[in-house]
């Protein structure tokens, strides 16, 4: 089982821009697959974006062409770039990783993850 550590969050204006970054250690060999979830105060933990170890990508439609998931897979490392920014964005956002390419974690199944970050807050003001 990997470790993740998140970081990157913070208070936005509407429009602005934000990276979080999630870095893996520990079962690093064993990850197959990363992604970023998010989860606003009494809605459902949903995906935002994943990516394989191979470079895949999967986004929500509501992010496609404002986030981008990216990885650094020497430095075991992903990232989420989130541009143009909307109040709607605000939530809570965990980090995740599975040992399989395209199993649930990739597709949005968030019980089905191997490993979760601790969570890191993004508030986007109007």
């Known amino acids: 089982q990997a470790q993740l550590v998140e970081s990157g969050g913070g208070l936005v204006q509407a429009g602005g821009s934000l990276r979080l970054s999630c870095a893996a250690s520990?079962?690093?060999?064993?990850?197959?697959?990363m992604g970023w979830y998010r989860q606003a105060p009494g809605k459902q933990r949903e995906l935002v974006a994943g990516?394989?170890?191979?470079?895949?990508?999967n986004y929500v439609d509501s992010v496609k062409g404002r986030f981008t998931i990216s990885r650094d897979n020497a430095k075991n490392t992903v990232y989420l770039q989130m541009s143009s920014l909307k109040p709607e964005d605000t939530a809570v956002y965990y980090c995740?990783?599975?040992?399989?390419?395209?199993?649930?974690?990739?597709?949005?199944?968030?019980?089905?993850?191997?490993?979760w970050g601790q969570g890191t807050q993004v508030t986007v003001s109007s």
């Open positions: 995740a990783a599975d040992n399989v390419y395209f199993g649930g974690c990739y597709y949005g199944r968030p019980d089905k993850c191997n490993s």
């Open positions: 520990g079962s690093i060999f064993e990850i197959r697959a």
């Open positions: 990516i394989t170890s191979g470079g895949n990508t």
